[in-house]
Structure formats: C-alpha cells, structure tokens
C-alpha cells in the first residue's frame, strides 16, 4: 500500500536538547498513525543519536529517524563525512538525497547523486530523493522537462524491485522552499501526477501506484490539507513548520 508521509528536515537548525525536546512534545501530542502512516524527523547528524534514543523510549515503530546526507563510499579517507552503515549503527532508517541546497550550496551532480542513491540502495536504507526546478525554468516552462532529467539520470538506472523498495520521491520546486511562496494545488498535483506517469512509463503501472511522493516547500499548518488532498500527493517534506510542535502537529493531522 502507498505509504502517507510527513517528514520534517529540519536543516541545520535546533540544539540538540531543543530537538529532543521537539520530538518529546510531537510524540507526546501526535494523533496515532494508521498502518499506512509514517512520520520522519531529518535531524543534523549530531542530533541523530539523541533523538533515537527518545524514539526507542516510544513503541510508536511508524515514527523514523532520518539523516539529511550521507557520503557514497563506504569508508576511507573522506575527512568530514558520514556513510551510510555510521547511520544505520545509531537507527537511522532515512536519508535525504539531491535537496536543492546540497544541489546548488554543495555543486551536487545528478552523476553524485546517483553514485549516493547506489551505495543507499545497497545498504538497504529508505531514500527520501528530492528533485524541483528553479524559478526561471518553471517561467519558462520547462518544469517537467528538468524534473524528468533529474530523475533518469540518478534513480531511473535502479531495479523495479529497488525502486518500490527503497525510494520515496519529495517534489520541491526551488521557488517555493523557504519563501513563503507555495506551489498551488493545481500545479503541485501536475507535476505529482507527471512525475507518477514517468515511473509507470520507466517501469510499470503497479511500481507507480505503490511510491509515495511528497511535496515540499513552504508547507504548513494552513496549506497542508489542501495539498494533501491531492490524489498524487502522498504527504509533505517539510522544513520551517517541521521546527515548532504546534506547526508540524497540524500537518501530520493532515495526514487523516
Ligand atoms: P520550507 O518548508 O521551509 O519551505 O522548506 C522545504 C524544504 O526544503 C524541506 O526539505
């Protein structure tokens, strides 16, 4: 069954003792997830190990714990990076891959990125994958064009099996994260839908129906549900509400 989720990136915001804090107060006042439900908390990876240990504390298994990047080799010399199986060690289960700031701050390549989503793949881990155009494109027209790209070139050379299995899609356009400016319904549908279509195309109809995909950028209390409402849009990835219980609580109620 497609899975319904909310995953909040909290970027490299919060203490640690504010973050825990934050998932005490989330769990505390969460309505309980049905079967299909999933909620995600993006953590800085200095914040991971605390935030698992307040997770294990909580039978609630449908409530994950997410990094926002990980390196594509295994081990070796790589001063300042984090690989997949360190994460796995402290209970992460998520990553996010190809955010548009790891993108455009950290000269991330769909070539990079598809090397990332390989070394996921083969550590079995739950890949959160954002592609999203930028502002000029989407004037232009030519969303669904750069979108496509994105994906053929760092998800689309993965098995049917790995795909279901591994990959959940986040769309956020460029425009809309962090602006305040959110894509309308009518377009954060379009492009759902057209991105749903390319996976049927790339590998069939029953791979399509079973991925989730989220939307991303400037989410919040107010818009959720409408988004939500969509037939192909699967829940949120959400980054400025995911940091006050009282924002991020009523958007996982838009989950119901
Ligand atoms: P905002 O919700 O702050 O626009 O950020 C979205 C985002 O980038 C989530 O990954």
Redo the contacts with the bound molecule.
């Keep these: 069954m497609r899975k319904k989720i909310v995953a909040g990136?909290w970027?490299m915001n919060l203490s640690i003792a504010e973050g825990v804090q934050l998932v005490k107060n989330i769990i505390n006042e969460m309505p309980s997830l049905q079967g299909h439900q999933e909620v995600v908390f993006c953590t800085p990876f200095t914040h991971l190990s605390s935030v698992a240990n307040e997770l294990n504390q909580n039978v609630n298994i449908q409530v994950k714990l997410g990094a926002q990047n990980c390196n594509d080799h295994a081990s070796g010399a790589y001063t300042g990076e984090i690989s997949s199986s360190m994460l796995q060690e402290i209970g992460v289960s998520h990553v996010?891959i190809g955010?548009?700031?790891r993108r455009q701050l950290f000269h991330e390549s769909n070539a990079f990125l598809k090397s990332k989503v390989d070394t996921l793949v083969a550590s079995k881990m739950q890949i959160l994958f954002?592609c999203g155009e930028p502002l000029e494109i989407r004037e232009a027209n030519g969303q669904n064009e750069y979108v496509a790209n994105q994906l053929q070139e760092s998800l689309f050379h993965l098995s049917a099996q790995d795909f279901l299995n591994q990959i959940t899609i986040?769309y956020?356009p460029i425009w809309?994260?962090?602006?305040g400016v959110t894509a309308s319904t009518a377009q954060a549908q379009e492009m759902h839908a057209f991105i749903r279509n390319l996976i049927s195309q790339q590998y069939s109809e029953s791979v399509a129906s079973e991925i989730s995909i989220l939307y991303?950028?400037?989410?919040?209390a107010q818009n959720a549900s409408e988004l939500f409402a969509n037939e192909d849009v699967d829940g949120g990835?959400?980054?400025?509400?995911?940091l006050k219980a009282e924002t991020f609580l009523p958007i996982i109620k838009a989950l119901h």
């Design positions: 990136n970027k996010i955010h548009s700031e954002c986040a956020e809309a994260i962090g602006t991303g950028g400037s989410c919040n990835l959400i980054g400025g509400a995911a």
